[in-house]
């Protein structure tokens, strides 16, 4: 069993609508969560990053950790055509050592 | 742009040969990291280095090696290539090990 675990997809939405995106982990000693865009060839885009348990809003998307169920969600609100690309949840342990443990990635498509 | 560079963008050898990629941290980032993003293996943690020592290391083969210099830029060295190693390889860097981590635009490395 991978220690992240992410549905691939693909996911097909219409713009406008809220996307919700999601990771089940294993591992009770990640603390720190991330979100990552990236597009088709591209490095990987920073988009939220969060320590333990609890909500981060910033613009149209909101993170959410549960720690106590290992679940970790993206939402996307108003979604636009050019948030296609595949989005990566990332988790580390405690700081010091600072190994990013990466799910396989959902690829998204927001139609017009 | 995220800040990181990485050179080149594109290498294509043949198997047994050996190449060294590059990358030059976001200014100020003290940490690296490089990892490889395979088809099949998704993104995969290769090896850290802080401010000159290494730091962490992942699944990382004994055929690759990496440095980071004073001028805290990084070099990852493959040798004795083998078809399994064609893949994106990135590098990131942070301010500190617990800090985000930045991803640099990535080496396209194709094993003929």
């Known amino acids: 069993q991978k220690e992240v675990e992410q549905d691939p997809g693909p996911l097909s939405v219409p713009e406008g609508a809220i996307v919700s995106l999601n990771c089940t982990y294993s591992n009770s000693a990640f603390q720190y969560f991330m979100w990552y865009r990236q597009y088709s060839r591209k490095g990987p885009e920073l988009l939220m990053y969060?320590?333990?348990?609890g909500n981060k809003e910033d613009g149209r998307f909101t993170a959410q950790v549960d720690k106590s169920s290992k679940y970790i969600s993206l939402f996307i609100r108003d979604s636009q055509p050019s948030d296609s690309a595949t989005y990566l949840c990332?988790?580390?342990?405690?700081?010091?050592?600072?190994?990013?443990?990466f799910g396989a990635g959902t690829r998204l498509a927001v139609h017009p | 742009d995220s800040g990181v560079t990485q050179t080149p963008k594109h290498l294509i050898t043949a198997t047994g040969q050996r190449v060294t990629l590059r990358c030059s941290p976001r200014?100020?980032?003290?940490?690296v990291y490089w990892y490889q993003q395979s088809l099949d293996q998704g993104l995969q943690f290769l090896i850290q280095?802080?401010?000159?020592?290494?730091?962490a290391k992942g699944n990382i083969l004994e055929r690759f090696s990496a440095q980071q210099f004073p001028d805290l830029h990084s070099e990852l060295n493959l040798s004795s290539l083998e078809l399994g190693d064609s893949a994106l390889y990135f590098c990131?860097?942070?301010?500190?090990?617990?800090?985000?981590?930045?991803f640099g635009p990535g080496t396209r490395l194709t094993v003929l």
């Open positions: 200014s100020g980032d003290l940490s």
């Open positions: 280095y802080y401010n000159g020592e290494e730091r």
């Open positions: 990131a860097s942070s301010v500190a090990p617990e800090e985000a981590q930045y």
């Open positions: 990332a988790m580390s342990e405690t700081g010091g050592y600072n190994k990013l443990i």
């Open positions: 969060t320590y333990s348990s």
